[in-house]
């Protein structure tokens, strides 16, 4: 059975980096049917696609983070990661790592974990 | 690339039916056949309960059932139940765009 887990510190000071990693069990992150993806969830609001990475390393990226996002993968960790420079409060969300089965569907997901932004 | 159009809220009785619509453009919604369908619980990740309009992932009862007319997606939870009352969200767009997300309240 697949499974997503996401890591990384919990608390992170405005203007800084957020860094999390998504380590993949049960299955290859290098597939050629699947991307991989980070999906964000303010406290009390709605889902955002954040961005999506294949196993060779193409990316795509929401065009309202795209300044600040960067989404890579080490296929020989099983693990792809997420860097959010120049965080603020809007920041704070639930964060989710995801199997994107091409073309359009995530069918697995992390169980999130929350990122709050605060000094 | 905006948001898909949810309903806020929805309601219906254990045993009913009920619809949730996700409207969006005819570069999304309206392109490809590739609209899922997401419950998430409080406190819970998201669950995939319909993908590419119409399909079924293993294990998600058949009470569960999607469609699109044109720009418009719809989920339709027939005999409803206690344990349907969550959170819905359409997604189109390859993956790329959700919808505000539907809370179904189950009377």
């Known amino acids: 059975q697949l499974q997503l887990q996401e890591s990384g510190p919990g608390l992170v000071k405005p203007s800084e980096t957020l860094s999390l990693t998504c380590t993949v069990s049960?299955?290859?992150?290098?597939?050629?049917?699947?991307?991989w993806g980070w999906i964000r969830q303010p406290p009390g609001k709605g889902l955002e696609w954040i961005g999506s990475?294949?196993?060779?390393?193409?990316?795509y990226y929401n065009p309202s983070l795209k300044s600040r996002v960067t989404i890579s993968v080490d296929t020989s960790k099983n693990q792809f990661s997420l860097k959010l420079s120049s965080v603020t409060a809007a920041d704070t969300a639930v964060y989710y790592c995801?199997?994107?089965?091409?073309?359009?569907?995530?069918?697995?997901w992390g169980q999130g974990t929350l990122v709050t932004v605060s000094s | 690339q905006s948001a898909l159009t949810q309903p806020a809220s929805v309601s219906g009785s254990p045993g009913q039916s009920i619809t949730i619509s996700c409207t969006g453009t005819?570069?999304?919604?309206?392109?490809?056949?590739?609209v899922s369908w997401y419950q998430q619980h409080p406190g819970k990740a998201p669950k995939l309960m319909i993908y590419?309009?119409?399909k079924r992932p293993s294990g998600v009862s058949n009470r569960f059932s999607g469609s699109k007319s044109g720009n418009t997606a719809s989920l339709t939870i027939s005999g409803l139940q206690a344990e349907d009352e969550a959170d819905y969200y359409c997604?189109?767009?390859?993956?790329?765009?959700f919808g505000g997300g539907t809370k179904l309240t189950v009377l």
């Open positions: 995801a199997r994107l089965v091409v073309p359009a569907t995530h069918d697995y």
């Open positions: 049960g299955g290859s992150i290098s597939s050629s049917s699947y991307y």
């Open positions: 990475i294949y196993y060779s390393g193409s990316t």
């Open positions: 005819s570069s999304d919604v309206g392109s490809y056949n590739l």
């Open positions: 590419e309009v119409s």
């Open positions: 997604c189109s767009y390859a993956g790329r765009v």
